[in-house]
Structures are given as structure tokens and as C-alpha cells.
């Protein structure tokens, strides 16, 4: 079946350090990609996504790029800020008899410090 | 403007009661799907709607029940059979694209319940 799997955390950085949290997938076809943010007491929101291999979705100052051949989707921001501290969910869509159904991966806790 | 409207966002059950959360969607979208949170363990299936008077079991359907009487309404019921309701409950929505691309869900703010 399909799974995702992120990098244990939490993770905590100081404010404008580099941020990487990696994300493997496993699926059969070609799914989508997404990355989802969830701040504290909240739903989750979509950040970036990827349809295709090869494919950087970006959104504020995130990036993240579809390898199909080491099956990632590591999401990357150059300089964190406070702000940024949240819950970070890779999830992935199959298609096909997937009828909309996103498989997530455990999360990702992120704390940035002043 | 289009959202998802979850109520109520705390909810206290003491055990042996059924306790049902409210799902509303403004954004005309098909499906609806309701989604367990626990820590550490990202967020896990419960059941999901593609149409009206319709649904299927997801993951963990077991001690849950749902209805999709309108395109607008996904209401989850939490059973006394659900053995450990203690959770984050979040309802979802999309436009279901026919599995031709991305498909992006949109999530309402979440019900937390505890069982006392």
C-alpha cells in the first residue's frame, strides 16, 4: 500500500537557520505531493504541492522538489522564523481509486527560537 | 468567504455517551472526508463521502458512524464502542478532479474531544 514517512522530531532551530525535513514516499503510479502546515490549535493548510517528478512547488520562502528516483519530497526554507514554528505533514495522492484519499505521514514539530 | 465550519471546537463526553461533531462546507466541493489526529501519529482515515447519500469506511472506522444527507453537511458520530475517543477530529473537503492531478484538500479547524 502507500505510505509516507517524515524525519522523527521535533525539530528545533534558531531564527534564520536552515530548515530540512525530509520526507520518503511509497506508492505505486505516479502520485502527487504535498506538504501541509498545521499551527497550534488549528486544521491543517496546504503549503506547497507537486504533481510530476522533477516538479518544485515553493511557497512563502519553502520549497520542495518530486524525486521519483529516490522517492523524496524533502521540504527546504533557507532562513526560519519564529512564525514558521508549527506541525509540517508530507502526505501523498495516489489517484486512481485513491477517490481523494491523501496518505500523511506521522509529522514533523517545529520549534524556532528568537 | 468558501470554508469549512467545525463545531464544536471542545467537546467533554463522559464515557458511554455518543457525542456528535458538526461538518459544514460553503465551497460546493464533492467529497468530505473526516480525519483522526493523534500525537505522533499524523492523521488516520475515519470515513469519507465522494456524494450525497453515500460513504465508505476508511482506516478506522470502528465506533465511529457518519450521514451525508446534504452536498453541505458530513456529521461524525462518536459511538460509545470507540474504545479510545480522546482525539483531534479534523473534516476535510475537496473537488474531486477524477484522480487527473493534484488533489488538494482543505481542512476545517478541528473538534478536540475528551473523554472524561
Known amino acids: 500500500g502507500n505510505s509516507v514517512t517524515q524525519m522523527e522530531g521535533p525539530v528545533t532551530l534558531s531564527e534564520e537557520a536552515f530548515l530540512t525535513i525530509n520526507c520518503t514516499y511509497t506508492?505505486?503510479?505516479?502520485?502527487?505531493l504535498f506538504w501541509y502546515v498545521q499551527y497550534p490549535g488549528e486544521g491543517l493548510q496546504l503549503l506547497l504541492k507537486?504533481?510530476?517528478?522533477?516538479d518544485k512547488g515553493s511557497n512563502k520562502g519553502f520549497e520542495a522538489t518530486y524525486r521519483k528516483e529516490t522517492t523524496s519530497f524533502h521540504l527546504e526554507k533557507g532562513s526560519v522564523q519564529v512564525s514558521d514554528s508549527a506541525v509540517y505533514f508530507c502526505?501523498?495522492?495516489?489517484?486512481?481509486?485513491?477517490?481523494?484519499?491523501?496518505?500523511f505521514g506521522q509529522g514533523t514539530i517545529l520549534t524556532v527560537h528568537p | 468567504d468558501g470554508g469549512i465550519t467545525q463545531s464544536p471546537k471542545y467537546l467533554f463526553r463522559k464515557e458511554g455517551q455518543n457525542v456528535t461533531l458538526s461538518c459544514e462546507q460553503n465551497l460546493n466541493h464533492d467529497a468530505m472526508y473526516w480525519y483522526r489526529q493523534d500525537p505522533g501519529q499524523g492523521l488516520r482515515l475515519i470515513y469519507y463521502?465522494?456524494?450525497?447519500?453515500?460513504?465508505q469506511k476508511g482506516d478506522i472506522a470502528e465506533g465511529y458512524s457518519v450521514s451525508r444527507e446534504k452536498k453541505e453537511s458530513f456529521p461524525l458520530t462518536v459511538t460509545s464502542a470507540q474504545k479510545n475517543p480522546t482525539a483531534f477530529y479534523l473534516c476535510?473537503?475537496?473537488?474531486?478532479?477524477?484522480?487527473?492531478?493534484?488533489?488538494?484538500?482543505?481542512f476545517g479547524a478541528g473538534s478536540r474531544l475528551t473523554v472524561l
Open positions: 506508492a505505486t503510479g505516479y502520485p502527487s
Open positions: 463521502s465522494q456524494i450525497v447519500n453515500d460513504f
Open positions: 502526505a501523498l495522492y495516489a489517484g486512481g481509486t485513491s477517490y481523494g484519499k491523501l496518505t
Open positions: 507537486a504533481t510530476k517528478a522533477d
Open positions: 476535510a473537503s475537496n473537488l474531486v478532479q477524477g484522480g487527473t492531478g493534484a488533489n488538494v484538500l482543505t
